[in-house]
């Protein structure tokens, strides 16, 4: 398996443009999450779905975010409109069962810079 | 106060040298996991602890849930050792995440 596939690895928008984040996850994995890394707050769990469906969103910081996961191999995370504080690593993860106390595997990342 | 705090910051150290990493929580949990990510940015899950100690080569993990505080341990440590490990515990249905100790081992 190729791991958890995240695109595109870099983004820079200008501020008020709409972006999408795209993750594929690890193929029979039931679990993804999305996750946010700045240096000012480091990781940061965004939201997290089991079986495609949302469980937890609470960390979603504003309703300018918003998250899909349509099918078991593919969600998005999107951003409308961008902020230049949204500029940050987005991880996307995704582990066999919906639990925090399972190993969950990482994708490399899409450092998002909005400008 | 952070409910996740690490220790230290920063390390510098020389080639074969023994690591301590130190991770102190404030709140009850179920589960700790220590994370590696490389200067590349990719992030890899090295141990999973709920009780006692793991051992995967020269790394070795220990948490202690009375005291609420684990310990990674790096024993013969490489340049290639060099990445920032980050501690993340698990209360409830949560994970919150420290803020990561960057390690660098000079050759």
């Known amino acids: 398996d190729a791991g958890v596939i995240q695109s595109p690895r870099h983004e820079v928008t200008e501020m008020g443009q709409e972006v999408t984040l795209r993750c594929k996850p690890i193929?029979?994995?039931?679990?993804l999450f999305w996750y946010r890394q700045t240096m000012m707050r480091g990781l940061e769990l965004l939201i997290y779905?089991?079986?495609?469906?949302?469980?937890?969103d609470s960390g979603m910081p504003e309703d300018r975010f918003s998250a899909k996961m349509p099918n078991a191999s593919f969600s998005t995370l999107k951003i409308q409109p961008s902020e230049p504080r949204d500029s940050a690593v987005y991880f996307c993860?995704?582990?066999?069962?919906?639990?925090?106390?399972?190993?969950?595997?990482f994708g490399q990342g899409t450092r998002l810079t909005v400008v | 106060k952070n409910e996740v705090e690490q220790s230290p910051q920063n390390l510098t150290a020389q080639e074969g040298e023994f690591i301590t990493i130190n991770c102190s929580y404030s709140v009850g949990i179920s589960a700790l996991h220590w994370l590696q990510q490389h200067p590349g940015g990719g992030i890899v899950s090295l141990f999973m602890?709920?009780?006692g100690k793991k051992k995967h080569g020269r790394l070795i993990a220990t948490i202690n849930i009375q005291e609420k505080h684990s310990s990674l341990h790096i024993t013969a440590s490489h340049p290639r050792d060099s990445a920032v490990y980050i501690c993340?515990?698990?209360?409830?249905?949560?994970?919150?995440f420290g803020k990561g100790t960057r390690l660098h081992i000079l050759p």
């Open positions: 993340a515990v698990i209360p409830d249905d949560k994970i919150i």
């Open positions: 779905f089991n079986n495609n469906v949302p469980i937890d």
């Open positions: 602890l709920s009780s």
């Open positions: 193929s029979g994995h039931n679990s």
């Open positions: 993860a995704s582990s066999l069962t919906g639990s925090f106390v399972t190993e969950a595997f």
